[in-house]
Every structure is written in C-alpha cells, then in structure tokens.
C-alpha cells in the first residue's frame, strides 16, 4: 500500500500542514499511521478523503458541514459544484487513478472529458493542471517510474491526436524546429509546446527526444527554421547552462533559439544576443512573433 506525508497531502489538496494537523484533530475525518519517530503518514483512502474535504472547503462549504455528511453527500455536493471545481475533482480523480495504476479508469476519464468538451479544453483545463499538480510529487521522487510511464503513454496519445487535428499544410508564415538533447526523453511537455505553436498557425519541425546537437545543427541548416526551440532539464546546473549557452550560441549563431528551463529563474549572467531564456513554456509563447 502506497503511502503519503503530510507534505504530500499539501501539494495534491492546496490544504496547509498547519490546517491537516487541525482537521485531524477536531474533526473524526481519518486516523494517519505514524512512524517510530512519529512522522504521518497517508493511506490512499485518506488523500481521496481529503481531496474531496479539501476541494468543498474551497468552494465555500464548512469544515464543520463537510464533517458531518456523509460520504454519499459529499460526492453528490461536489457533482453539484460549478464548472471549474468539476474540472480540479476531475483532475483529483485522475490523480488517484494514477496513483492506483487503474490506467483503463483513467483513460475513459479523459476520454470521456475531451469527446464532450474538445481537446483544447481537455488540455488546458484538465491535462495541464493535472500535469502541474504531479510534478510537486515527481520532484519529491513521489510518483513511481511504473505510474509515470503509464501516465505519460495515455496523456501523449490524447496530446498527439490534438496535433494531428491542428495540421493544415499550406497556411504556415513561420517555421520552429524542436527537439530535446541526448538523454532526454520526457517529451509530455515538448509534444504541449508543439500543440500550442501549432495553434499559432506556425510550421513544426519536430525532431523528438535524445537528439544530438550535430543533427540539428544539419537539419537547421537544411530547412532554415524561423526560431529553434528546446528545453533543459533539472539536471542542468547553472555552470552546465552557461557553457551550453555559449557553444549553442555559437553553433546557431544564424538562427533564434529559444530555451525553456526552471534554472533560468535565478540565471544572472550574460544570455547571448541570439538566444532568449524563459522560465515556462507559457512565458515561452510570447516569444514567438
């Protein structure tokens, strides 16, 4: 049985530890197990439990009402809630199923939400706050490779059937040529960009994961894109960044490349005239002219 901290609880729920410890205490709602050195720790019931709590409490129901409804009421209040909270309780419950590996329940989930509500809004109102939620437990080293790799396989293909309805040969102004480097092979966020560039009008060139430098290098020379996109990982340190930018820079030195990477929130040195940082992929966009 997989097990949660209360750290865990926070990043999934929104709920502060300060306020959890509360709850726990004044409201009958769970009974965490505790270690030696009595640390909580979650069952997978009780981080359902508190997803339902804590997204009724958000939505202006009473901790001391959601106390004392029954579990029944508390789904059917949350069926009743606007269109956004439905949308974070899907996103919950897809988390859950995740977590669970019922990767069949998780898919109809999305499936379902995209064939009623277009894949743009599944994207943008389920699959990125879904993304942005799991990415808190993927740093704590909190969600398992088998959980991910099942995740990822059902996201990218809902990912790419969106690109695919977004292609229209011939209307293209500008063209972007996009890839991820050698021992890089997450590409839920690079096929993202693609969607969003692609809904841009522009041209995509898109080269995958684990790609060496020399190869795009010969493709950008052959097809001369408008701008060249990629983006660096957490292992890149600042040092590793500086000594990438500059090769790069002077590698591409004809082109505009864009770069995308957390590191670059606290990056202070001099960027090369040809390069732009962004922290974000959506910070990112506004890049692109």
Avoid: C
């Amino acid at each position: 049985m997989q097990q949660f901290t209360i750290k865990d609880i926070e990043h999934l729920t929104g709920i502060k530890a300060h306020t959890i410890r509360i709850w726990e205490k004044r409201y009958a709602f769970f009974n965490p197990s505790r270690s030696d050195t009595n640390i909580r720790f979650y069952s997978t019931e009780e981080v359902i439990l508190l997803l339902n709590v804590g997204l009724l409490n958000k939505y202006g129901f009473k901790i001391s009402q959601i106390a004392e409804m029954p579990p029944p009421q508390r789904e059917q209040n949350i069926e009743q809630l606007d269109f956004n909270a439905r949308n974070e309780n899907l996103v919950n419950k897809l988390i859950m199923q995740m977590i669970m590996l019922d990767m069949d329940a998780y898919e109809q989930l999305l499936s379902a939400y995209i064939l009623q509500n277009g894949t743009d809004d599944g994207i943008n109102n389920i699959i990125l706050p879904f993304l942005q939620k799991i990415s808190l437990l993927r740093n704590e080293h909190h969600v398992h490779n088998a959980q991910e790799h099942l995740m990822f396989s059902v996201l990218r293909k809902k990912i790419i059937a969106g690109i695919l309805l977004l292609d229209n040969p011939g209307t293209h102004t500008k063209t972007v040529l996009m890839f991820l480097h050698e021992d890089n092979h997450d590409d839920i966020d690079l096929l993202l960009m693609q969607y969003f560039i692609k809904q841009r009008g522009m041209h995509v060139i898109y080269l995958g994961t684990n790609v060496p430098v020399k190869d795009v290098l010969q493709i950008a020379s052959n097809k001369k894109p408008d701008y060249i996109y990629t983006m660096l990982n957490k292992e890149f340190t600042s040092l590793k960044a500086d000594k990438y930018l500059e090769k790069f820079s002077l590698l591409f030195n004809e082109y505009r490349v864009i770069i995308t990477g957390e590191l670059f929130q606290r990056y202070e040195k001099n960027i090369p005239a040809n390069i732009q940082l962004s922290t974000s992929a959506s910070e990112a966009m506004k890049s692109f002219l």
